[in-house]
């Protein structure tokens, strides 16, 4: 028997048999020759398990993680810290094995789960109801953005230049077949610019679109923008780090119509880029076009406490080809870890989170701001993130900084050619006083 | 089963009653009882003009949701609100309270081209 492919020597014989062929080779006939590969692959030969062991462990020395160096990583990805609750209690059978649970009522457990999440990202969010989340930040601005376009019947977008561009290309993407135009609202010292927003016309405008802190880290006035769009009857969709919510006022006291986000920063791993969380919450308006799976509450027939799917006639499996989405799932084992994460550091572990993340950044951001050559850019209205300039390109810098222990940031100019100079640096809560002096240290060395 | 003889109706189990070029839309009561509870209306934009066949707007029941076809061509003049706080109006009262929208036809011939209520009751029996 092969080693990945459970069926014997005889069992294939017998399938072959069935078709009335030979050999597999026969069966592979149907694929034209030229793009066919013959003979071996070409591997290597069998190594033991100890020498295998061994030859990976040094390949992953050799590369540089979050463990190894003091990371200032951030535009979208943060290395908060992720108390040993969260991966003990998700690592368990029952969760991690688990994909969306089809008897859906018969698992009550997962269902309680993803209610309480729900929950708690409405209260961070101040909105009426959240699904049960969605891939990513960036699939979720996607969703909203589809939303505002079937609850409008409008098919532009206004997108800020300060979202992460990242977001839009996805956005971008999964409007193509429907006919969504995304318009750029430009940016002045790396705020939207409201002058611009207010003079413009927004009868036909499906959506306004604004990240805060937004991808260069800096907040942006929501209530204001809210202001600048008037009566239009146009939805405003602000795309939200959670963390940031727990200090500051919820994206629906500001006038946002629909709040999404990127949940990685509620202990999840950074890895490389994914499994994300997306997360999406509405104001009731919306309760019947919000796309994705949405946990209820109710009761049994014995008057007992019981988790239910509702609003379930949203969904592809009975609107068809007009239902809400075309997700009928959720990031399930993400959206647990989430509630594990935000329920283990309840309300005040996250503003705690939150405050300590603003205070480290604001005083690295200060003192960078006194190197002779580096500046911090635009105004001091940041959370945790903010673009330094410095004296050499971004990209020699992170090489450099590389070298010596630390991910000093991510180069702007691999987001928005021609700022080459722009370091977006990230502090969160784990970084320590003595670390970042050392990064102080570090950059007085650069000029 | 309940027809009212003074309407006309749909293959789609819409009813129509007709005052002048105005057009009272709703849903069959036999409409409403293969359905069973209904949760929501999704009403059309009042103002907007459509055809004949559109999809117009939506009835949600607890496991279903049911299109609503626009019987005639015209532009939706009167929406029935009293469904947002009530939609059970089309289980209890399909050809009175639970109305939908009214249209103002902009072809009445299409008319002839719906069924008698025989005809609709040869369909449903």
Redesign the interface.
């Known amino acids: 028997m092969h080693q990945y492919i459970p069926n014997t020597v005889d069992d294939q014989r017998k399938m072959l048999a069935e078709l009335g062929l030979g050999t597999f080779e026969e069966l592979l006939t149907l694929i034209p020759d030229g793009i066919r590969f013959k003979g071996d692959l070409p591997l290597a030969a069998g190594v033991s398990e100890l020498e295998h062991k061994s030859t990976v462990s040094e390949l992953s020395r050799s590369g540089v993680s979050t463990s190894s160096h003091v990371s200032f990583l951030g535009a979208g990805s943060y290395d908060h810290y992720i108390p040993q609750i969260v991966d003990f209690l998700t690592a368990r059978s029952e969760f991690y094995t688990a994909y969306t649970p089809y008897q859906a009522e018969v698992s009550q457990g997962t269902l309680q789960a993803m209610f309480e999440y729900q929950s708690m990202i409405c209260e961070l969010t101040g909105m009426d109801i959240s699904n049960a989340s969605l891939y990513d930040g960036a699939s979720a601005l996607a969703e909203a953005c589809l939303l505002a376009v079937r609850h409008t019947q409008r098919h532009r977008i206004l997108i800020a230049e300060t979202v992460n561009p990242v977001y839009r290309e996805v956005a971008e993407t999964y409007g193509q077949a429907l006919d969504v135009k995304y318009e750029t609202l430009s940016n002045g010292n790396r705020q939207i610019n409201l002058a611009e927003l207010s003079a413009m016309d927004l009868s036909d405008v499906a959506a306004v679109v604004v990240q805060t802190p937004n991808f260069f880290g800096t907040l942006e006035d929501v209530s204001a923008i809210k202001k600048a769009m008037g009566e239009s009857g146009t939805l405003l969709i602000t795309i939200n780090n959670p963390i940031s919510l727990a200090l500051l006022k919820s994206p629906a006291e500001l006038g946002a119509d629909i709040s999404v986000g990127e949940g990685q920063t509620l202990g999840a791993h950074q890895s490389f880029g994914g499994p994300y969380l997306g997360f999406m919450a509405v104001k009731i308006a919306f309760a019947r076009k919000i796309p994705g799976r949405i946990i209820g509450e109710t009761v049994d027939n014995q008057g007992r406490r019981a988790f239910v799917m509702v609003l379930r006639t949203r969904e592809q499996d009975i609107r068809r080809e007009r239902a809400s989405s075309n997700i009928c799932s959720n990031q399930g084992l993400l959206a647990l870890t989430a509630c594990i994460y935000m329920a283990a550091l309840g309300k005040r572990g996250l503003r705690e989170v939150a405050e300590l993340s603003t205070q480290k950044a604001h005083y690295l951001a200060d003192e960078i701001g006194q190197i002779p050559g580096f500046g911090v850019k635009g105004n001091s209205l940041f959370f945790n993130e903010f673009v330094v300039t410095c004296p050499i390109p971004a990209k020699t810098l992170i090489e450099r900084a590389g070298a010596v222990g630390f991910l000093a940031g991510v180069a702007v100019e691999d987001f928005f050619p021609g700022s080459p100079n722009e370091l977006l640096v990230a502090v969160t809560e784990k970084r320590t006083r003595s670390e970042l002096d050392r990064f102080i240290n570090f950059l007085k060395t650069i000029s | 089963m309940n027809v009212p003889e003074n309407l006309k109706y749909t293959e789609e189990h819409e009813w129509i009653k007709v005052d002048q070029n105005i057009a009272t839309v709703g849903v069959t009561d036999y409409a409403q009882g293969e359905l069973g509870d209904v949760v ?1 209306v ?1 009403m059309p ?1 009042l103002g907007k003009s459509f055809k004949k066949g559109d ?1 117009v707007a ?1 009835i ?2 607890v ?3 049911a ?1 609503v076809y626009l019987p005639v061509s015209g532009k939706v003049v009167e929406l029935n609100d009293a469904l947002n706080d009530a939609p059970e109006s089309i289980n209890e009262d399909a050809f009175g309270n639970g109305w939908m929208f009214k249209i103002e036809m902009s072809d009445p011939s299409e008319l002839d081209s719906l069924m008698t209520a025989e005809r609709y009751k040869d369909l449903i029996e």
């Open positions: 929501f999704e934009t999809v939506s949600e029941a496991k279903t949701v299109e």
